[in-house]
């Protein structure tokens, strides 16, 4: 649907503009954040929780699964990394069901690790990484 290519550090704030304002066109609140060890899936989310004006939002999730952030603009804003869970049960604890539930922004980095609490409709956005440069792209799935 939208895809962003050789995307370096400099690039980041304007492809992440473009790509907030086709979250709010799509509806969507959902998004899955796919790509290798180091892509940058946590630079361009916390890119992203900035130009939703949120104020801290300086570290991933890695070791608390989630982190929440509010925005006077978008509200609760979730943002999950499911790289270190050893099986789905480990979700359920921490209460995803309830959260995925909300009406609120989720950002979820690892989703194949939960695939089968994922909902139906969600934006899938994969970060590809070859040197310094990125392809972000984004894909609808409503």
Request: hydrophobic share 40%.
């Amino acid at each position: 649907m939208l895809k962003f290519e050789e995307i370096g550090l400099e690039e980041l704030d304007g492809v992440v503009d473009k790509i907030l304002h086709k979250l709010i066109e799509l509806d969507q609140k959902f998004i899955l954040l796919n790509g290798e060890m180091g892509a940058g899936k946590t630079t361009f989310t916390s890119a992203l929780l900035e130009k939703m004006g949120v104020e801290d939002h300086g570290s991933s999730p890695t070791f608390s699964i989630v982190n929440e952030y509010f925005s006077v603009n978008y509200g609760k804003i979730y943002h999950f990394d499911f790289y270190r869970i050893e099986d789905e049960v480990e979700a359920y604890d921490i209460g995803v069901e309830e959260i995925f539930e909300e009406d609120a922004f989720c950002f979820i980095e690892w989703p194949q690790r939960i695939q089968n609490l994922l909902p139906e409709k969600f934006v899938s956005i994969d970060i590809t990484i070859e040197g310094l440069k990125r392809t972000i792209e984004l894909k609808n799935y409503d």
